[in-house]
Each structure stands twice: as C-alpha cells, then as structure tokens.
C-alpha cells in the first residue's frame, strides 16, 4: 500500500479545513512514530550499556584470575610475582622541562678529556717519491685494552737463622692461590660490575690464556674479602651516622635453594645491600644496628614500647633510671624472664627485642633524626618515617573501576594527585615556609573528597591517614618525594639474580651484598670501581680514601 503523502506546512494558510486536519493527523502519526523509534533506541542503549557493565566487570574478574594464575606459575617456579600494575609515570611527567632550567656551559665530550694521559708514542713512517718534502707530524690518538697472560716465577730466598729457623722471603701483597691481585682486580669487577657468571668467566680467561678453574675463580670471588666486607660494614655505619635520610627497600633473593629478602639501605652517597631470612621488622632493626651486637634498655626503648602501645605495666616493671646494657642477646633474656617476661611468648618477646634494638641504634648514636623513606610496607615504618609519593600514586593505578563514572573519579584524583606532586617537587627547590599551610589545605581538599566509588574513597581515607608521612617533606625539604634511589639500587641485585641465580655458601651470599654495594657507593662518590679495587688489593696507582670518610665528608 502506497505511503500517504501529507500536505506541505508551508503552504497552510492555502488548505482547507479538512487538509489541515489530515495534516496535524499526519504529523501526530509521525510524533508517535518517532517516540515509539526513540523509545526502542534508549532500550537498546540501555541493554547495550547493562551488557558493557557486565563485559567489564567480566574482563575484571578475568584479569584478577590471570594474575592469580601468573603468581601461581612464579610460585611454582620459585620466582616473586610480578605486579599486577604498570609503573608510575608521575615522576617523570612532573619533571621540570628542559626549559625552564637553567642551562649552563655544554660539557666537551670526553675522548678528547684523556689527550695528556698518553702511555706511549710511535712514529710512522710513510713511503713516498724522491724528492718529497717533510712537513712534520700530523697525531692521531688511539685508545687500546691490552689483556695478556703473564707467569711470574718468584725466587723467594730462603735463609736458616743461627738458632735454627727457617726464613722465607714474603710473596708481594694480595696474591691469593697461586693468582695474582690484577688477575684477582678483573675477576671481581666483571662479577660484580659486568654480571659476568662464574661459568663465563672462566671460559673468558682460559681464552686469554690463564688455566684456571670454575672453583678457582669462585674462590677469588669469595674467600679473602675481610677487608672489603670490614669497609662495606663502615659505610653503612658512616651513612647511618651522617646521613639526613635514607630510602629503604627489599626484594626477594634464593639462598642454599630457600626463599631469603635483600633489603636496600641507601641514601645520595652510600648503598649497602643484605641478604637475610627474614624482612620483618625485628629484622631491619638489626640491620640498622650495624655490627653492634648489644641491647639496650633506655628512654628511647621505652618511647618505643609506648609508640607500639606495649602493656604500660611490663613497661613499668622493666623501667630504671639508667640505661641498661646487655653486651648480647642472651644476658638480655635473662633479665627479662628475671622480670618475669614471658620469653616463649613469641609476640610479646619479639615487641620487647625490637625496643631492647632501638634503644642500640639510638644509644650508638645511629639514625639519630634521620628521615627513613620506605613504600609503606610495614617492617620500615620506625623512627622519622616518610611515605614514597610514587607507591602512593600506585595505589590508585590498581584500582579496577567498573563504570564509566568510577573511571572517570579515578582520572579524576589522579590528575590532582600528580598536580600536587608537581606543585611539591618545584617547592623544593625554593622553600618556602609560608606556602606550607597553603599545601597542607590542598592536601586535605584532594584526600577528603567524596566520590560514589566505595574503593576509591576507602583509599582516600587511608591516604589522608597517613598526611604527616607523605608531607615530611615540608618539615625537611632535603629528603626525596619518593624511593626511585632504592628501586635504581635494587634493579642491580635483580639483574644479578636473574644471570647468575642465587647463592649457596655464607661467604657467598656476603661477597654477592658487600661487592655489590661497594660498587654501587663508588658510582654515588664519582669513584672508579676498578681503580677503587686495585688500591684496595695492594696495585700501584690511583690511591682512594677510605669510603666512609668520603660519606662522612659530603653529608
């Protein structure tokens, strides 16, 4: 059946009246028509958006398993799980451009920096027709690397006192196993700086010509470091004592085929690396200790006990005048069950070992008002404590929302976050102590907000709990806004891990933290790790300091 055709509008004032009403008809038909089309579509969309909703909630349970199925297969595998969130971008997008510093002279490139250490000239000479003239020298600079094996035979004399005794003339210092300290200088450094396995480096130097043994150079690696492990134990004293922050971290390790953790100590000029059981808190007290072995009994203990709200009255019992000293761990318990402490009791002993620690650390002048910046995980959070802006900002990333509004709050929080963090880093630089309330309101307007996303908002709360830690840097401008310095740290022990698996023996596990921190403290001090090495093994050449004092000086 043919479509009726309706009259123009434009022409009504021409219809009659029996028009006219076939034309509001029509057009009242059409209205209907639209509507019922118009109705259909928002039952459409609204089934669409239902089934988007789903398909989200959908692909959120579904990303949560293969997480789940991911952490299961590292565990299976004996590896630490990766996180589930990509890194944050906050702290490179709120760097200050390029721009806007101040740019001074362009540093030379440095080939031409060594022209005056040249070791030896030769003169070439070139062929040329009778008759030529001589127009001197043009110089062409070449950097070489000679590696060559050498035997020494040593002739060491031997003499018989009158009474008897027999004296030999002594080997030239450092020469370990028949293998001399250059020998010894190379191996290190390619273990620990050039992450060179044990297996490559001996392939490496049977090449060049040295016979020697995978269990040889285990050895040069390992055995004979006292002096290094004794320098590595004084820079963390030194960074400890001198140091107005530091920035903690740990990561999973595999020792003697068990799961151990290597926490990070560190601040601008130091890194120290160790590798224990246990990342509890007890234990990071007793890396903080340093190689004192004592507990004390003092007024910081106890400030500590009641910070940790420990029962008044067992605080009471064991309180004195004068600090009390126990030269180690078992004269300590003995005074405690002599209290009448529990000592079995696993909570309560642990609470009590940990004040008997701190009151060590503040007794031997350790940490002192140092600011301890962490990423919120429990075991560092002591003494001066600061929060890393970063691990916060994480925080909101893993959240999963699933409605375009939720999306939308977190972007939302988000930006102002990253503003804030911005608006902090360019106060550093300059500050400002009457800008101070103005952060701490703007801070309390971004954490207070109140957004409908239950998840979000409880994350909030928590945040804005923890506003004294995440502002320390208005009471101490000096201190990082974040713990990128430990992760840098950390990333060498993981890419060691990685290439050469874990440790066996005890004095493998302390060669692998003391090198590897030793290493990293000589790039935070501008130092030469291989000339470090050789002046420490007894080389001829460059003569460094003792790194703790080097610490000591620049903080």
Known sequence: ???????????????????????????????????????????????????????????????????????????????????PFRPSGMDKATDIKSGDRQVGKKKPRGPKLDMERVSREEVLRAIVPVGSRFKGYRSFVVRDLVLRAELVRYQRECWVTPDG??????????????????????????????????????????????????????????????????????????????????????TG??????????????????????????????NFLSLLRGNYRDYVLSDAAFDYLEGR?????????????????????????????????????????????????????????LVGDMVIISDDAGQFRIGNHALCWVHCERLLQKLMPAKAKEVRSVTLVRDLVWRFYKALKVWKQRPSPRAIPAFRRRFDRIFTLHTGYDALDALLVRLHRR??????????????????????????????????????????????DTMLG?????????????HYLGDRLGVRGNVISPLAGLITAKA
């Open 1 to 83: 059946m043919a479509k009726r055709r309706l009259p123009s509008p434009e022409h009504a004032d021409t219809l009659s009246l029996k028009a006219l009403r076939s034309l509001v008809t029509g057009l009242l038909e059409r209205a209907e028509q639209a509507e019922a089309r118009l109705g259909k579509l928002e039952a459409e969309n609204a089934a669409l958006r239902e089934e988007n909703a789903e398909l989200r909630l959908e692909n959120t349970r579904l990303k949560v398993e293969n997480q789940l199925l991911r952490d299961e297969i590292a565990r299976l595998k004996s590896l630490p799980p990766r996180p």
């Open 165 to 250: 005794k027999t004296v030999l003339a002594p080997l030239p210092a450092g020469i370990m196993g028949g293998f001399g300290v250059h020998l010894r200088r190379l191996c290190l450094m390619l273990h620990a700086q050039g992450q060179v396995t044990t297996g490559r480096l001996t392939t490496l130097l049977n090449d060049i010509g040295i016979d020697i043994s995978k269990r040889q150079v285990v050895r040069l690696l390992t055995k004979g470091l006292d002096g290094f492990i004794a320098e590595d134990a004084a820079v963390l004293h030194a960074g400890l004592v001198s140091s107005s922050y530091i920035t903690v971290d740990d």
């Open 253 to 282: 390790a595999r020792h003697a085929h068990s799961n151990f953790y290597t926490t990070q100590i560190g601040s601008e000029h130091f890194t120290v690396f160790r590798t224990t059981k246990s990342k509890s808190r007890l």
């Open 309 to 365: 709200r420990a029962d008044p009255g067992l605080a009471a019992r064991l309180h004195s005048f004068e600090p009390q000293r126990f030269c180690n761990e078992v004269p300590f318990l003995e005074h405690l069950a002599s209290k009448g402490v529990e000592i079995f009791d696993r909570q309560g002993i642990g609470l009590l070992t940990e004040a008997g620690l701190w009151g060590c650390i503040r007794y031997h002048g």
């Open 467 to 512: 506003k004294a830690e995440l502002l320390r840097v208005l009471e101490r401008p000096e201190i990082p806004l974040n713990t990128n310095a430990s992760e840098n740290d950390l990333r060498t022990f993981v890419t060691k891990r990685k290439i050469s698996g874990g440790t066996m023996s005890r004095d493998g596990r302390i060669a692998r």
């Open 518 to 530: 030793l290493m990293k403290t000589c790039q935070k001090l501008g130092l030469s790790f291989y």
